[in-house]
């Protein structure tokens, strides 16, 4: 994605209040109509916004509104006796919003109990290949699949037999998971020639998502996978942790996004209070800032790639911005925009773009991304070492 609210009222969010919105990670409608190859981890469908406990707002009655639309589609399925889920992703299809998606009631629990930290399933990411079929993208140490010896870069070509060939990739981690721990799961996959099948059983997986690690040059790494309930307090309690004048590497390559409280509180731990982000909803202004108390002392060096996403590029964006960081690696994603959950008649949920991002200087990230400072492709996070270890303390 703390002190995570969660409160599922619309996201009015002010300064001093605390943010449950969630910027999108994974496309869920591109990646459906084949047009984008995101990643999708097994334990995320996509970091959409997600709603904490209470019931969700029900879509507005604007007749403009895409919410609306999809509610009134699901309902006249449900009268008709179809499927009301189809008639919404038809109507969100028909809007155009190439970041909205409807999930089931049970589809959104699931979520919801990926971004808190925990899932069951197999400890596998997918993504799209640009033949279509579906491939694995990383695999999680220790889990299931890692212990079947599946590798990044397999293809997964069945799932208890159905063909993902082709399908949508948040289908395919659909058919992943699974209720219950210790229940099997067969996976047909290929490497090169070889083709095999696989049967291995879902667990209960923790998707830790901060690992901290002290390099031999004294600077202190901290790789954020995603924006998982936690984070950002992990996070700053790494930065206060780290030996007395030692640098910060952070490390969001591959970081998809995720709650947009655990970037706010992770920007807290190197900014003493101030602007981290505007944007709007529905074209009303808002703003979100960090927390006074930060280290600004300490020199700090960003690392991102293509797959730095959303969240991640709104801290990114922050900490480069304000000057606090040195941003080194390839140019980010460029996921800017802003979505918002409604409950549909039949307990569906859509989430449908209610807005933009801007950093603070202003500048748009979405489907431009973020520009490193410094630009490299290979051996980026040995350049971005030796850049730490030329920058001072900050002036």
Known sequence: MSGLDRSSRPRRIRRGATL??????????GAATGSWSETVPEGR?????????????EPSSAP?????EAADAAAEAMADGKSPKKAAED???RSGDRWGSVYSQGEYQEFEQALDGAYTGVGLWARRAADGGIEVSRVQEGGPADRAGIREGDRLSSIDG???????????VALLRGDHAG????????RGTRAWSETVHRARLSTDSVAVTHLSGGAVLIKVAAFTKGSGARVREAVRAAPEGAGIL????GNSGGLVTEAVTASSALLDGGLVATYDVRGEQRALHAEPGGDTARPVVVLVDGGTMSAAELLTGALQDRGRAVVVGS?????????????????SVAELTVGHYRTPSGRAVDGRGITPDLEVEDGAEARAETVLTGLGPPS
């Open 162 to 172: 159905e063909r993902v060939t082709g399908r949508p990739v948040t289908e395919v």
């Open 45 to 57: 469908k996509s970091a959409t916004p997600v709603a904490r406990s209470a019931p969700l707002p």
């Open 20 to 29: 449950t919105l969630v910027f999108a990670s994974v496309l869920a409608t």
């Open 331 to 347: 140019r980010t994603f460029g996921k800017g925009s802003v979505q918002m959950p409604s409950r549909l008649p039949d307990g």
């Open 64 to 68: 403009d509104d895409p919410a609306a």
């Open 91 to 93: 109507a969100v299809s």
């Open 250 to 253: 952070l490390d969001l390559r």
């Open 183 to 190: 229940t099997p799961v067969e996976l047909r996959l290929e």
